[in-house]
């Protein structure tokens, strides 16, 4: 049977429950934000918090954020892809934690539409 689609308003319940480790930060983004949820803004802790856990050797961790992740991206209403795409696949590489290594540990999802954004030029530039 197929998961119900990931949703902007089931996006939190899903992530914290796929990945319990992330209540503390939902629980920042919620209080900084004063309680209200900004998907991108939360996409892109979550990076930072992945590939945190990636890089201090939480890998266990780092992987669950990742599957999710991948899950989500692949099973999403456009709100929530999107953010995932730009927040968390485009948004990569900005800090030195998030290493070609972290990258290569990408479920092959995440990894293709990383591909994607790579190639990716404007048709007045092919």
Sequence with gaps: MNEPQVTES?????LIA???????????HLADSEGELLLH??????????????DSGDRATASKVLTF???AFENAD???????????VELVG???????EFIASWPRP????RD???????????
């Design 116 to 126: 994607r954004q790579l190639i990716w030029r404007p048709t007045e530039l092919r």
């Design 41 to 54: 803004l939360l996409v892109a802790d979550v990076l930072r918090f992945s590939s945190g856990a990636f």
């Design 18 to 28: 796929a990945v319990p480790d992330l209540v503390p930060v939902v629980n920042e």
């Design 78 to 88: 456009g709100n929530v892809s999107n953010a995932i795409a730009v927040s968390f």
């Design 10 to 14: 089931n996006f939190v319940d899903r």
């Design 69 to 71: 992740m991948s899950a």
């Design 94 to 100: 900005a800090l030195p934690n998030e290493t070609p």
């Design 110 to 113: 995440l990894l293709d539409e």
